[in-house]
């Protein structure tokens, strides 16, 4: 059976960090584009990040960029996202998404890890 389970999440103070993890399994990772995505409340869910299957292409959004990374391992399949100078609006749930690096109707979704941002 094909999943993702996020870890790493949590409380943390403004400007402090987190590194959250997604561990895959079930599905062949290396050819799978990947993502982290949130969701805070009363708001849509958004990008925050992505990687190209290889891991040689990255995108962020605009709101975390230059204080996030994403990145791999394709030997252990997983995916992270390092954050830092966190701030209260970067308070979601985070969500890790793998989708067919082909065959883009093919996708698998974690159940998310809260990222909570407070002094």
């Not at 059976?1 to 590194?19: A, K, T, W």
């Not at 793998?98 to 159940?111: K, L, M």
């Amino acid at each position: 059976q094909e999943m993702l389970v996020e870890s790493g999440g949590g409380l943390v103070q403004p400007g402090g960090s987190l590194r959250l993890s997604c561990a895959a399994s079930g599905f062949v990772f290396s050819v799978y584009d990947m993502s982290w995505y949130r969701q805070a409340p009363g708001k849509e869910r958004e990008l925050v990040a992505s990687i190209s299957s290889a891991g040689n292409s990255t995108n962020y959004a605009d709101s975390v960029k230059g204080r996030f990374t994403i990145s791999r391992d394709n030997t252990k399949d997983t995916v992270a996202l390092q954050m830092n100078s966190l701030s209260s609006e970067d308070t979601a749930v985070y969500y890790c998404k793998g989708r067919h690096f082909v065959h883009f109707t093919i996708e698998y979704w974690g159940r998310g890890t809260q990222v909570t941002v407070s002094s």
